[in-house]
């Protein structure tokens, strides 16, 4: 019995002694297992009427292999929240500006108010 390792290749996991089952004590049912069984003598082997086994969980994909991107909507979608900042960062400096006139306007009309009745 053949393992199938993470590189892809297989590598001699087991072997069976005349008429016996396999016994794999050290496998995880949680973790996913791919054998290949076939039959080995000195005359060679008989791979191509090997047959696989699997144990455990199957792999899962986490990210899936084709996402489809929807690159225009994408692009609108950048472009328009640095559209809505640009809009929020001229508004924010329009409205500390104006308030920066006014404190001007009222500390200048108070003074000339104040200078005036002293004069009277």
């Known amino acids: 019995m053949y393992k199938r390792q993470q590189n892809g290749s297989y590598s001699e996991y087991a072997r069976l002694k005349a008429n016996c089952a396999f016994i794999l004590p050290d496998l995880k049912p949680e973790l996913y297992h791919d054998f290949r069984v076939f039959t080995k003598n000195k005359y060679g082997d008989n791979y ?11 792999k899962v994909d986490m990210i899936p292999k084709k996402v489809p991107i929807y690159w225009p909507y994408l692009a609108l979608f950048v472009i328009g929240a640095c559209l809505g900042l640009l809009v929020l960062i001229y508004c924010s400096c329009h409205k500390m500006r104006k308030s920066m006139l006014n404190k001007r306007e009222t500390t200048e009309n108070f003074e000339r108010r104040f200078s005036n009745k002293s004069s009277i």
Do not use: A, L, Q
Request: charged residues 35%.
């Open 48 to 58: 191509e009427r090997s047959y696989s086994i699997k144990v455990g969980k199957p």
